[in-house]
């Protein structure tokens, strides 16, 4: 055999070998999900114990209609769901309407909005994680936290302070809006 052929072989037994690694790690935590995962005894879809991204199918590919699979999910589970690998949806909030799973909060009715963003649940962190920023004011999961911060700030946005900051905003603003003028007189 010449060094082309060799090389060539050597190239696709490793090629093999990578991807039988993949799918044996694949199924291992597919094994794990299902049968040993300590929500593995909470009924659900195996679909959506496998995987983060049932949620995400129903709400990209199905227009937001995550909320309506909900409610088929816990009328044939029951009152708890697994909804993710590491989410449980449960129906037993005071509102019948409306549906909580790991601190997040689904509901399936308008109605339940007061029931739901009037309570004090904490935010998912997975979500505000995403910016970096656990400190800043949009970072804050917990809403004592972020109701002390909004004390802090509150007088920084109050009408006097945004009053006195007007001249400054006007000298920024007035050249964009001078440009923009003349740039549209100069195309008609």
């Known amino acids: 055999m010449d060094t082309v052929s060799l090389s060539l072989r050597s190239f696709f037994l490793t090629l093999a070998q990578a ?7 694949v199924t291992a935590v597919v094994f794990y999900r ?3 995962s300590p929500l593995s005894h909470i009924p659900g879809p195996p679909l959506a114990a496998v ?14 209609g995550f909320v309506d699979q909900l409610k088929l999910l816990h009328s044939f589970y029951g009152p708890v769901v697994r909804i993710g690998p590491n989410k449980v949806s449960h129906a037993t909030l005071s509102s019948p309407r409306a549906f909580a799973y790991e601190g997040q909060v689904h509901f399936a009715d308008p109605r339940a909005f007061d029931d739901i963003y009037k309570s004090k649940f904490i935010k998912d962190p997975q979500f505000y994680e995403c910016f970096n920023q656990q400190e ?18 509150r007088a920084l946005f109050s009408r006097t302070a945004i009053r006195r900051l007007e001249g ?5 603003v007035s050249p964009f809006f001078f440009y923009s003028y003349k740039r549209e007189a100069e195309r008609s």
């Open 19 to 25: 991807t039988a690694t993949v799918i044996l790690c």
């Open 34 to 36: 299902l049968y040993f």
């Open 51 to 64: 995987t983060g991204y049932y949620i995400t199918y129903f709400d990209l590919w199905k227009d937001g």
């Open 136 to 153: 800043a004011s949009l970072g804050f999961i917990d809403p004592h936290k972020a109701k002390e911060r909004r004390e802090t700030i």
């Open 168 to 172: 400054i905003i006007q000298d920024c």
